[in-house]
C-alpha cells in the first residue's frame, strides 16, 4: 500500500518544502539549507528594492567585502552589469541570468548568476534574490573540450590529406586494381599503426626507435635480429611520426621483398644522430642501409615506394633527403630540423 508521505511527494512540486517528520522545524530547515548552500559553493543575497542589503549567506570572494555593497571586490564593469540586472528586476520582475568573468592572479574565475523577484502576496517587487555559483570548473573543462575538438579536427584534415595523396600516388603507380588496394592497404595500416602511437601519447608523438621497431615488426620480421637501431632516440611530433612511419613502411616492404630482410640472415642498419649546423639548430640524421640482392631496387624505376621517400616525406618535414642504390647496397638518408622533434 502506498503511503500518504509518497502519494504527496510525488505530487509535489520541485520546489515545494515537504515536512517528512512532524518534528521538523522552520530552525532546522534553515539550518540544513545553510549547510547545502555552503557545501555546494552557493552565495545567495536578499536585497530591497533599494538594493539595501536584508540578508546575505555563504558570501565569500568576491562578493565578500567590508561594506554593504552586494557586488564586494568584483571589477567595475562586472559589478554595473549586476546593478543594472538587478534595476530591471525591480523594474519588470522578469528574472535575469548572467556569466561574468572575475581576473585574479593566476588566471579568471567564471560565475553564473540568477537575480529573481520576491514579490510579496499581493504580487508587488518587495526586493531581489541574487545567486551566485562559481563554474570556473566547468568553464575551464569547456574550454578543453573546444580546444581538444578544434585540435582533432586540424589532425583529422591533415590525415585525410595524407591519405588523399597516397591514394592518388599509389594509383598513378599501380599497375592494376589488384595492385593499387594491396599496396593502398598496406600504406594505410602504416599510417594506422603510427596514429596508434602517437594516440596513445596523448597525441603528443612518438619516440622514434618505437616507430621504427612497429613498422619493421609489421611484417613478421624479428626485430631483435632483423633491426639494428644505432644512435639517438628522438621523441617525433604527430606530423613526424606518421611521415617517417610511411618512410619506414616504404622501405621495409621493399626490404621483405627484394632486400635484406628477403632472407633468414638478413638485416637492416638504421642509425639516427643529432647534428648540429653551423646555425646552430639541430637537425635528426636518419640512415636506413641494408644489403639487397639483385632486383633490391627494382631496375631503379621510379614508383611511388621512391617518390614518397625523396619526395613526399621530406617535404612534409621541411627537410631533404636522398635514395642510393648501387653496388648491392641500398641507403636511405633522410634530414630533419628540430621543429619535428624533441629530445628526451
Not at 34 to 46: E, Q, R, T
Not at 150 to 168: D, P, Y
Not at 290 to 304: H, L, S, V, W, Y
Request: charged share 20%.
Amino acid at each position: 500500500m502506498r503511503s500518504r508521505t509518497a502519494d504527496r511527494t510525488e505530487g509535489a512540486r520541485s520546489d515545494e518544502v515537504i515536512a517528512l517528520h512532524p518534528a521538523e522545524s522552520g530552525m532546522q530547515l534553515g539550518r540544513a539549507l545553510l549547510h547545502a548552500l555552503h557545501n555546494a559553493g552557493i552565495s545567495v543575497l536578499y536585497q530591497d528594492r533599494e538594493m539595501k542589503t536584508v540578508w546575505a549567506r555563504n558570501m565569500r570572494a568576491p562578493w565578500a567585502s567590508d561594506n554593504s555593497d552586494s557586488n564586494g571586490i568584483l571589477p567595475m564593469a562586472q559589478a554595473d552589469r549586476i546593478s543594472a540586472a538587478k534595476r530591471d528586476v525591480v523594474a519588470t520582475g522578469n528574472p535575469e541570468r548572467l556569466e561574468i568573468s572575475v581576473p585574479v592572479e593566476n588566471g579568471v574565475r567564471w560565475f553564473q548568476i540568477w537575480v529573481d523577484a520576491d514579490r510579496g502576496d499581493a504580487g508587488d517587487v518587495q526586493g531581489v534574490v541574487t545567486t551566485m555559483v562559481e563554474t570556473t570548473e566547468q568553464k575551464r573543462r569547456e574550454q578543453t573540450l573546444t580546444t581538444l575538438l578544434r585540435e582533432v579536427s586540424h589532425r583529422s584534415k591533415n590525415l585525410l590529406a595524407i591519405i588523399q595523396s597516397i591514394a592518388t600516388q599509389t594509383g598513378r603507380y599501380s599497375d592494376g586494381i589488384g595492385d593499387f588496394l594491396t599496396r593502398f592497404r598496406g600504406r594505410l595500416q602504416s599510417l594506422a599503426s603510427s596514429q596508434d602511437l602517437v594516440t596513445s601519447s596523448n597525441w603528443r608523438g612518438a619516440a622514434l626507435h618505437e616507430l621504427v621497431t612497429s613498422q619493421v615488426g609489421r611484417y613478421g620480421t624479428n626485430t631483435s635480429h632483423g633491426l639494428r637501431f644505432r644512435g639517438a632516440n628522438p621523441y617525433l611530433n604527430p606530423n613526424a611520426a606518421l611521415h617517417i612511419g610511411l618512410a619506414m613502411h616504404e622501405l621495409a616492404v621493399n626490404s621483405v621483398s627484394y632486400g635484406a630482410l628477403s632472407r633468414p640472415d638478413g638485416f637492416v642498419e638504421v642509425t639516427a644522430n643529432l647534428n648540429t649546423a653551423a646555425t646552430g639548430e639541430v637537425a635528426l640524421s636518419l640512415t636506413w642501409a641494408e644489403t639487397i640482392g639483385a632486383n633490391g631496387g627494382r631496375g631503379n624505376q621510379k614508383r611511388f615506394g621512391s617518390v614518397a621517400l625523396e619526395r613526399v616525406v621530406p617535404t612534409s618535414l621541411s627537410g631533404t633527403a636522398s635514395l642510393d642504390i648501387a653496388d648491392g647496397r641500398l641507403e636511405y638518408r633522410l634530414v630533419v630540423p628540430h621543429s619535428n622533434f624533441e629530445t628526451q
